[in-house]
């Protein structure tokens, strides 16, 4: 017998084994002739007829190039293996293989041939590829959901956490997983919140719902509202809980400022109806005070009647400024030059004020051009100061500064009464003795005083509140105790670009990839930066005040940029903190923020950074980083 059939005779003693073999398994001898087959093989590549003799080439006439060196390799006497392989079937199916070719030998220890053992893996393949798009599919949602969102166990431990849920409450993701959910939750309200967040607290079964108010916690510990909506899903006998929180500060802010704006709007009627019958009532005690006094020969009488007269004139200026406040004073509005206005009422100012306070005058080379009532702003600047006055009794600095403002459609979400556009500005800042919370919150409601009895009535503020009103203008208060009151208004300019919405907002916005900290004691704000500023494509850390801020700045090796409020709780100011961070960083760079306009106040800013006035428009906070970060 030839040594080709002696071959040839011991792969027939292999066909009963390989034929039952449960995997699809075939024998060829070395020019790749087939020589047995499994049942398998010959079912899952859909083979008719018998293809024993025949070559593995022929049945196959489409078999790439790479599994034929692989056929090479194993008559080389290699055995090669692969893990996992696409096969596409004659009918157009998708098969997933795991394969083996090994040499089999001859009792000379030559090689005879090839074994290829392949075994079926597509559906686990299948399943592991529709596990790894889940999980893309769910990274997508945590990276870019705006809301946060939390994933718990039935244990209520943390298993995923989205990029809004760092934004909102501080925490990175690698923080939070693993720790129990209740460190993010104060205890609910239970007059409306029911067991709902509270079981989400303990992590409990009864907790899917929606549209529940809570308070989470943040990363160092102030509180958040938030509404709360919870959703229960059961997997492999296990209960998993997805919770969404939207923060709910800045819909309060809007509440506040549209309910403040019904009650400033509603006493603004009922002053200016009584302002008009009180109008009514004076013109009569005038006049026949008027007629009455010629035929009163005796002086004591006379002296009482003009007494009568003087304080019927002090009524009627009451009710002008009441009709003031109630937006009804008669006003001649014309195309005013800002920076010419200001620069004239400067003596008048200075006068005002006294000599223990220094006034500043702050105009650009090309002031805005208002449409507004001269006459009425100057009286509305003079009442200003006489306010900033009466706040420095030790003396102090008086600012006054004229710009161009632009009020975006963020700001004018906020504050329901504002058209977003271009507007000139006036600020007004005083270091004085400023306002604490209660009473900034009450500063422009009439015949609201902190002023002891006799000094003064209460309608200064709303007086010119009104005005700006009326005029198709905004006013905005900045003020904190011992550190001073700044108040901006916005007025129209004369060619009316605050009627129409901005056209370049829709230009793309300057980015980066910088690492920023964020020192911003106003936590709304600050989660407002960090999305602004992490939307932009740069790396975003935060801080709450001057000492949290020192703390971090020891973390960030790389921080590019120092992003930081002038005014700060704590006892550091962002002046100070600055100076101790450019200590031990000389060059790094500074951008300062600040409702106030004292220009003093960025004295080391301009040395080290920049200073951007609250408020300011995604544009502007763009541009100016840039133009720190590449300086």
Sequence with gaps: MTRDNADFSRAGRLDSFIEDAPDAEAMFDRDMRYLATSRRWLLDYAIEGPVVGRSHYDVFPDIPERWKEVHRRALAGETVSE?????????????????????????????????????????????????????????????????????????????????????????????????????????????????????????????????????????????????????????????????????????????????????????????????????????AMIANLELLAPHLAEPTLRELADEACLAAADGARLAARLLAFARRLPLDPRPVDLGALVRGCAGALRQTVGETIEVAIATPPSSPVALVDPAQLKVALIGLAANARDAMPRGGHLTVEVSSARLDADYAQTYPEVRAGRYASITISDTGVGMAPDVRQRAFEPFFTTRPVGAGVGLGLSMIYGFVKQSGGHIQLYSEPDRGTCLRIYLPLAGGEAETAMADDSHPLKTGTETILIVEDDARLRRVLGRRLRSLGYQVFEAENGATAMARLAELPDLALLFTDMMMPGGMTGLDLVEAALADRPNLKVLFTSGYADPTMARLGHKAGALLQKPYTAEELADKLREVLDA
């Design 83 to 283: 893990a996992c392989d696409r096969f596409e079937r004659a009918d157009g199916s998708v098969r997933w293989l795991r394969w083996q070719v090994r040499p089999w030998r001859l009792p000379d220890g030559g090689v005879g041939g090839v074994v290829i053992v392949t075994c079926d893996v597509t559906a686990a393949t299948v399943g592991q590829q529709d596990l790894a798009e889940r999980e893309a599919h769910l990274r997508s949602i945590l990276g870019t959901v705006p809301d946060a969102m939390i994933v718990t166990d039935d244990k209520g431990v943390i298993t995923s956490f989205s990029a809004g849920a760092t934004a909102l409450l501080g925490y990175r993701s690698a923080e939070a997983v693993g720790r129990n959910v209740g460190m993010l939750m104060l205890d609910p309200r239970p007059e409306r919140d029911g067991a709902g967040a509270g079981d989400l607290r303990a992590g409990g079964a009864q907790v899917a719902g929606y549209g529940r108010y809570a308070q989470a916690v943040a990363k160092g510990g102030a509180a958040l509202p938030v509404e709360l909506s919870v959703g229960e899903a059961r997997a492999n006998g296990r209960t998993i809980y997805t919770a969404f929180l939207r923060d709910l500060t800045s819909r309060q802010k809007v509440d506040e400022e549209f309910r403040q704006a019904q009650t400033m709007e509603a006493v603004g009627r009922l002053a200016g109806g009584v302002a008009h019958d009180l109008n009514n009532l004076l013109a």
